[in-house]
């Protein structure tokens, strides 16, 4: 027993003195980091000297992102050298910890929001409208038109956010070496679909590859074959001005079923996240993979040239191509918004708005992301663009984005219940129930 | 000669390997957490999700220890568990000597009231206790933390303990009081040592409920110093992807506590059984 | 000594400081949720007085009673196979002949030393319809039939279940165990004595001698079903569809994800009053007499 106890504390101490060591020598290495070039060098047009701390609620992690806070703060540290950030991570917990934070108005200074969680927030007056800040500086003559119509207005008409993505598609990507090695013609309507998936079945490959765990996933899928029947898409059924029993939709899902029936997911998709079914493409177990347009740079890292996307889905009848041009995606409101419990609501705007530029010039610089929100003349990627950038940045222009990602709805109830219906329609209902519990939804909650 | 009766017993092969079975089902996630964090993503999803790492990955445990502070995030989770545990159990051995052993009308009534603490799920009241610890004046301190998870885990710890009492003679407190000690001697010098086993119990239960949280830590401590490790783990789930093999570095350094707790733990009340068959005997 | 154990002052010193904290704590914002169960609120802004509106509404909703259902079939689940297959391993395990002993106790707990987010991840593999060890097991012993575990609307919440009875055995087994191993031996030995067999010994005799640790086994067990949250929150988000929503996670995704506070609030006070009323009615049956050795 003795020796035993004794064993159990020289444990812990050598474990707990391993675990200092080791990160001692390298400190807390975000603060220590951010706040070593808070050194002011000269005063510049701050107004005040002393520090200031403002929290900062952004993606940070162990991947880029990281990299890309350190980027905007210096930039921000240009105008306002005595500022600092402490960095609190962003949750994918449902909203759960800023409405809860909200509720107790101890908010981050300046926060990411995106779309679905702006309105609540801006309701209950927890986040500052940002409309006379816009105008005011004239902040929108840098963005783009696209993001000036999609990326800046929520849906009660005011700013909330200063965008830091400008409009994007949702793109089904295909595997080039694989429709090669099998003979299958890179499909232009949905019966040359059908004969894919059914070629790469009979070959032990996975047509499509999705992770449609996460909501939006299916209902993009959705939108993809609807938007050629109905542009409205799914957007159209949450504002209630459209059924599933409508004959452009009831098409769509027909055709839905058919391509589900003849096996274009793999097995789990519903159960599956973006690393499960990312490993499937890029492993080159699956011919072709839906995403947003942010996932060229990961896709070609991963594969080199030997992807592209369709020019427009496959999913339309063979004659009729007129809306081809429909493409799933679109833009939102997404961006840095301003805490009403800020102690400087000017201060906490610029540097809001700035950090937002940052953020959207690291992207398009570091990463090659095509879609910012502002005019890219001028700016020079220290990357290659692969070719499907500058597919994507040509046709961005002419791309027709009538629907919405489910996520990013205004209509809550919708917006959580469609997906949910989406996903029992994936792994097996019938078209009839299918249709039948979308009427009804749209009954109940459309229009909201 | 008695003992030997009844414990001379013959060794059920059948029952052997149903014991055996059921420790490899037990123990193998421990070793699937311990590959996982030596290996890259595609192999965790992909390629080789339940062998032994075929390239291991220490680099994964640089990064976990390196890119956040696992250090602090170790040793804010290690006061919020010690004194919670302590406060704990100093609040309900009392409770639970005076809901099994004293002599009150609404003793079971009480005892009912308690165990809502068991079932409530924290979801359900996450924004009225949110802005209660706000009107405390206790956000962002440790305190944010300690208090809820005492009274959540007070029933539980409760329940054990006064079922624990419940089961020791009533002649032990007769004799205290013939021998002329009150009724906070007995209390403190007989009754407590004897359920020993319970508090060992409680300690574990509770230390690992209070450990492993994750909720109320990510909404009520939000100031970076305050994180525990739970919180900090999520810091691995990226904005489109995770970086899974640092992920499970940090849960493999949060889970060395834990099962060194228990190792220690399960000791005493292997000792204590013993020792109390004894008494009681 | 009936003086001794009434006074009241030592009552009231030993128990006060609980309530104090479990109620400011635990029960008062338990009042505050059910309170805000009669308004139309979404957690932020005025909430709007509707009385019965919410719980009307509820009762109308088919997602209510699929959760039910689901919490329910959870719970028996948890009852039948982690209070069984840990009481069988208690009992085998009291047997001093195995060899052992102590590595297999700390064995079985180590399950539940781990977080929820490792066990998730673990089962997620196994399940894994293409390449997950079970469907590699069946392929093995040659059977054709393959499960898409979690993906099926009909398996998914007993996978799930699955999940939380590997993950929860720890606790009820060492609790069991440690019931066991307190009772006295010469309860057994009377019994031997008598001419009782092993399973006679270990039904008629052990169990029952620990009713009161059952007791907290089934509160446990059943109440864990039914509010079961973090599981298919990790596993299978609910789905496919609602299939493997329970009521606490349909409180989750009223209030946060729609933003219907109010109906979120409803359904909590319908968890609470199903978890109450398994508690009062466990303890109704099991508590008789308390057992003293």
Request: net charge negative; glycine share 6%; hydrophobic share 45%.
């Given at each position: 027993m003795?020796?035993r106890?004794?064993?159990?504390v020289a444990?812990?101490?050598?474990?707990l003195?391993?675990?200092?060591?080791?990160?001692?020598?390298?400190?807390?290495?975000?603060?220590?980091?951010?706040?070593?070039?808070?050194?002011?060098?000269t005063?510049k047009?701050?107004?005040?000297?002393?520090?200031?701390v403002?929290?900062l609620?952004?993606?940070?992690?162990?991947?880029d992102?990281?990299?890309?806070?350190?980027?905007?703060?210096?930039?921000?540290?240009?105008?306002?050298?005595?500022?600092?950030?402490?960095i609190?991570?962003y949750?994918?917990?449902g909203?759960?910890?800023?409405?809860?934070?909200?509720?107790?108005?101890d908010?981050?200074?300046?926060?990411?929001?995106?779309d679905?969680?702006?309105?609540?927030l801006?309701k209950?007056?927890?986040?500052?409208t940002?409309d006379?800040?816009?105008?005011?500086?004239?902040?929108t003559?840098g963005?783009?038109q696209?993001?000036i119509?999609?990326?800046?207005y929520?849906s009660d008409?005011?700013i909330?956010?200063?965008?830091?993505?400008?409009?994007?598609?949702?793109?089904?990507?295909?595997?080039?070496?694989?429709?090669d090695q099998?003979?299958v013609?890179?499909?232009e309507?949905?019966?040359?679909?059908l004969?894919?998936?059914?070629?790469?079945r009979?070959?032990?490959?996975?047509?499509?590859?999705?992770?449609?765990?996460?909501?939006?996933?299916?209902?993009?899928?959705?939108?993809a074959?609807?938007?050629?029947?109905?542009?409205?898409?799914?957007?159209?059924?949450?504002?209630?001005?459209?059924?599933?029993?409508?004959?452009g939709?009831?098409k769509?899902?027909?055709?839905?079923?058919?391509?589900?029936?003849?096996?274009?997911?793999?097995?789990?998709?519903?159960?599956?996240d973006?690393?499960?079914?990312?490993?499937?493409?890029?492993?080159?177990?699956?011919?072709?993979?839906?995403?947003?347009?942010?996932?060229?740079?990961?896709?070609?890292?991963?594969?080199?040239?030997?992807?592209?996307y369709?020019?427009?889905?496959?999913?339309?009848?063979?004659?009729?191509?007129?809306n081809?041009?429909?493409?799933a995606?679109?833009?939102?409101?997404?961006g840095?918004g301003?805490?009403?419990?800020?102690?400087?609501?000017?201060?906490?705007?610029?540097?809001?708005?700035l950090f937002?530029?940052a953020?959207?010039?690291?992207?398009?610089?570091?990463?090659?992301?095509?879609?910012?929100?502002f005019?890219?003349?001028n700016?020079?990627?220290?990357?290659?663009?692969?070719?499907?950038?500058?597919?994507?940045?040509?046709?961005?222009s002419?791309?027709?984005?009538?629907s919405?990602?489910v996520?990013?709805i205004s209509?809550?109830e919708?917006?959580t219940?469609?997906?949910?219906?989406?996903?029992?329609?994936?792994?097996?209902?019938?078209?009839?129930?299918?249709?039948?519990?979308?009427?009804?939804?749209?009954?109940?909650?459309?229009?909201? | 000669?008695k003992k030997l009766?009844?414990f001379?017993?013959?060794?059920?092969?059948?029952?052997i390997?149903l014991?055996?079975?059921f420790?490899v089902?037990?123990?193998?996630?421990?070793?699937?957490?311990?590959f996982?964090?030596?290996k890259?993503n595609?192999?965790?999803f992909?390629?080789?999700?339940?062998?032994?790492p075929?390239?291991?990955?220490?680099d994964?445990?640089?990064?976990?220890?390196?890119l956040?502070?696992?250090?602090?995030?170790?040793?804010?989770?290690m006061?919020i568990?010690?004194?919670?545990?302590?406060?704990?159990?100093?609040?309900a051995?009392p409770?639970?000597?005076?809901?099994?052993?004293?002599?009150?009308?609404?003793k079971?009534?009480?005892s009912?009231?308690?165990?809502?603490?068991?079932?409530?799920?924290?979801q359900?009241i996450?924004?009225p206790?949110?802005?209660?610890?706000?009107?405390?004046h206790?956000?962002?301190?440790?305190?944010?933390?300690i208090?809820?998870?005492?009274?959540f885990?007070?029933?539980?710890?409760?329940?054990?303990?006064?079922?624990?009492f419940?089961?020791?003679?009533?002649?032990?407190?007769?004799?205290?009081f013939?021998?002329?000690?009150?009724?906070?001697?007995?209390?403190?010098?007989?009754?407590?040592p004897?359920?020993?086993?319970a508090?060992?119990?409680a300690?574990?239960?509770a230390?690992?409920?209070?450990?492993?949280?994750?909720?109320?830590a990510?909404?009520?401590?939000?100031?970076?110093k305050?994180?525990?490790?739970?919180?900090?783990l999520?810091?691995?789930?990226?904005?489109?992807?995770?970086?899974?093999?640092?992920?499970?570095a940090?849960?493999v350094?949060?889970?060395?506590p834990t099962?060194?707790?228990y190792l220690c733990?399960?000791?005493q009340?292997?000792?204590?059984l013993?020792?109390?068959?004894?008494?009681?005997? | 000594?009936?003086?001794?154990?009434?006074?009241?002052?030592?009552?009231?010193?030993f128990?006060?400081p609980?309530?104090?904290?479990?109620?400011?704590?635990?029960?008062?914002?338990?009042?505050?949720?059910?309170?805000?169960?009669?308004y139309?609120?979404?957690?932020?802004?005025k909430?709007?007085?509707?009385?019965?509106?919410?719980?009307?509404?509820?009762?109308?909703?088919?997602?209510?009673?699929?959760?039910?259902?689901n919490?329910?079939?959870?719970?028996?689940?948890?009852?039948?196979?982690?209070?069984?297959?840990?009481?069988?391993?208690?009992?085998a395990?009291?047997n001093?002949?195995?060899?052992f002993?102590?590595?297999?106790?700390?064995?079985?707990?180590?399950?539940?030393?781990?977080s929820?987010?490792?066990?998730?991840?673990?089962?997620?593999?196994?399940?894994?319809?293409e390449?997950?060890?079970i469907n590699?097991?069946?392929e093995t012993?040659?059977?054709?039939?393959?499960?898409?575990?979690l993906?099926?609307?009909r398996?998914?919440?007993?996978?799930?279940?699955?999940?939380?009875?590997?993950?929860g055995?720890?606790?009820?087994f060492?609790?069991?165990?440690?019931?066991?191993?307190?009772?006295?031996?010469?309860y057994?030995?009377?019994?031997?004595?008598?001419?009782?067999?092993?399973?006679?010994i270990?039904?008629?005799?052990?169990?029952?001698?620990i009713?009161?640790?059952?007791?907290?086994?089934?509160i446990?067990?059943?109440?864990?079903?039914i509010?079961a949250?973090?599981?298919?929150q990790?596993?299978?988000?609910?789905?496919?569809?609602?299939?493997?929503?329970?009521l606490?996670?349909?409180t989750?995704r009223?209030a946060?994800t729609?933003?219907?506070?109010?109906?979120?609030?409803a359904?909590?006070?319908?968890l609470i009053?199903q978890?109450l009323?398994?508690?009062?009615?466990?303890?109704?049956?099991?508590?008789?007499?308390?057992i003293?050795?």
């Amino acid at each position: 027993m003795r020796k035993r106890s004794f064993l159990c504390v020289a444990l812990t101490t050598v474990f707990l003195f391993c675990l200092t060591a080791c990160s001692g020598s390298v400190q807390n290495v975000d603060t220590a980091k951010v706040s070593e070039s808070a050194q002011p060098e000269t005063a510049k047009d701050s107004g005040s000297d002393e520090y200031i701390v403002l929290k900062l609620y952004t993606h940070y992690d162990s991947g880029d992102t990281n990299k890309r806070v350190e980027y905007c703060t210096e930039k921000v540290q240009e105008k306002y050298p005595n500022v600092s950030f402490e960095i609190d991570p962003y949750q994918q917990d449902g909203g759960q910890s800023i409405k809860a934070r909200a509720a107790t108005g101890d908010l981050p200074d300046i926060l990411f929001l995106n779309d679905g969680s702006i309105l609540p927030l801006a309701k209950s007056g927890s986040i500052l409208t940002l409309d006379d800040y816009i105008e005011k500086n004239d902040y929108t003559s840098g963005l783009s038109q696209s993001a000036i119509d999609n990326c800046l207005y929520s849906s009660d008409g005011h700013i909330y956010q200063f965008p830091v993505n400008g409009v994007q598609p949702y793109l089904w990507y295909y595997n080039k070496d694989l429709f090669d090695q099998y003979n299958v013609k890179v499909p232009e309507n949905f019966d040359e679909l059908l004969t894919a998936i059914q070629t790469f079945r009979d070959n032990d490959i996975i047509p499509m590859a999705l992770f449609a765990k996460e909501p939006w996933v299916s209902g993009t899928f959705f939108d993809a074959f609807a938007m050629k029947e109905a542009p409205g898409g799914l957007k159209a059924l949450s504002e209630g001005t459209a059924k599933a029993s409508d004959e452009g939709y009831k098409k769509a899902i027909h055709k839905m079923k058919q391509a589900i029936d003849a096996g274009i997911f793999q097995q789990g998709v519903t159960n599956a996240d973006f690393d499960t079914a990312f490993a499937l493409f890029s492993s080159g177990k699956a011919a072709m993979f839906q995403n947003g347009g942010w996932c060229i740079t990961d896709i070609n890292k991963q594969m080199d040239d030997n992807v592209d996307y369709f020019d427009s889905y496959p999913t339309n009848d063979a004659d009729y191509t007129d809306n081809n041009g429909c493409f799933a995606g679109g833009g939102n409101a997404e961006g840095y918004g301003v805490a009403a419990n800020t102690a400087d609501p000017e201060l906490a705007m610029d540097v809001a708005a700035l950090f937002a530029k940052a953020q959207a010039e690291y992207d398009y610089v570091k990463n090659g992301l095509v879609n910012a929100p502002f005019n890219t003349e001028n700016l020079i990627p220290e990357v290659e663009l692969p070719d499907m950038s500058k597919k994507m940045g040509k046709q961005l222009s002419e791309m027709k984005f009538t629907s919405k990602n489910v996520e990013m709805i205004s209509n809550r109830e919708f917006g959580t219940a469609f997906p949910e219906e989406l996903q029992k329609f994936i792994v097996g209902e019938s078209e009839e129930d299918f249709i039948k519990a979308v009427d009804a939804l749209v009954e109940k909650a459309g229009g909201q | 000669m008695k003992k030997l009766f009844i414990f001379r017993r013959k060794k059920n092969y059948f029952t052997i390997v149903l014991l055996i079975l059921f420790s490899v089902i037990s123990i193998y996630p421990l070793l699937y957490l311990l590959f996982y964090s030596l290996k890259t993503n595609d192999e965790i999803f992909y390629t080789n999700p339940f062998g032994i790492p075929l390239a291991p990955q220490f680099d994964n445990y640089r990064r976990a220890v390196q890119l956040f502070d696992i250090v602090g995030f170790f040793k804010n989770s290690m006061v919020i568990t010690l004194f919670s545990v302590m406060a704990i159990l100093i609040l309900a051995l009392p409770f639970s000597y005076a809901i099994s052993r004293m002599h009150w009308k609404l003793k079971n009534t009480v005892s009912f009231y308690l165990s809502l603490g068991l079932f409530i799920p924290i979801q359900v009241i996450i924004v009225p206790l949110s802005i209660l610890v706000k009107n405390m004046h206790i956000s962002n301190t440790y305190l944010a933390l300690i208090i809820p998870y005492i009274a959540f885990n007070l029933a539980f710890a409760c329940m054990v303990l006064s079922s624990s009492f419940s089961s020791l003679p009533q002649e032990l407190e007769e004799s205290a009081f013939i021998d002329g000690s009150g009724v906070f001697r007995t209390f403190l010098e007989i009754m407590i040592p004897l359920v020993k086993p319970a508090i060992s119990t409680a300690i574990i239960f509770a230390t690992m409920s209070i450990w492993n949280e994750y909720t109320l830590a990510s909404i009520l401590a939000t100031d970076q110093k305050l994180k525990t490790l739970p919180v900090g783990l999520t810091s691995f789930v990226g904005e489109h992807s995770t970086d899974w093999g640092a992920m499970g570095a940090c849960l493999v350094i949060a889970s060395i506590p834990t099962v060194i707790l228990y190792l220690c733990c399960s000791e005493q009340v292997e000792k204590a059984l013993t020792v109390s068959g004894a008494v009681k005997g | 000594m009936n003086k001794m154990l009434g006074n009241k002052k030592a009552i009231a010193a030993f128990t006060l400081p609980v309530l104090f904290v479990f109620s400011l704590i635990v029960f008062f914002p338990i009042i505050q949720t059910i309170q805000k169960s009669f308004y139309d609120w979404d957690g932020l802004t005025k909430p709007i007085f509707s009385g019965f509106k919410n719980y009307a509404e509820l009762l109308r909703d088919p997602l209510f009673y699929q959760a039910s259902k689901n919490g329910v079939l959870f719970a028996i689940v948890l009852v039948i196979f982690q209070i069984g297959i840990s009481t069988l391993l208690a009992l085998a395990l009291m047997n001093p002949a195995i060899p052992f002993r102590r590595f297999f106790r700390n064995a079985y707990f180590i399950p539940a030393v781990l977080s929820v987010t490792v066990a998730c991840q673990l089962f997620s593999s196994i399940y894994n319809p293409e390449f997950g060890m079970i469907n590699k097991l069946f392929e093995t012993f040659g059977l054709d039939w393959q499960q898409d575990w979690l993906s099926d609307t009909r398996c998914s919440l007993l996978a799930v279940a699955f999940v939380s009875v590997w993950h929860g055995m720890g606790y009820q087994f060492s609790i069991i165990f440690a019931g066991l191993k307190s009772v006295p031996d010469q309860y057994q030995e009377a019994a031997m004595i008598d001419g009782a067999n092993r399973f006679q010994i270990n039904t008629k005799v052990l169990i029952p001698l620990i009713k009161d640790t059952y007791r907290i086994c089934l509160i446990m067990a059943i109440t864990g079903g039914i509010n079961a949250y973090s599981y298919m929150q990790i596993l299978t988000k609910g789905g496919p569809g609602t299939s493997s929503h329970t009521l606490t996670y349909m409180t989750f995704r009223s209030a946060f994800t729609i933003g219907e506070y109010g109906y979120g609030c409803a359904v909590a006070a319908m968890l609470i009053l199903q978890c109450l009323t398994a508690t009062f009615l466990i303890n109704k049956f099991m508590r008789s007499e308390s057992i003293t050795y």
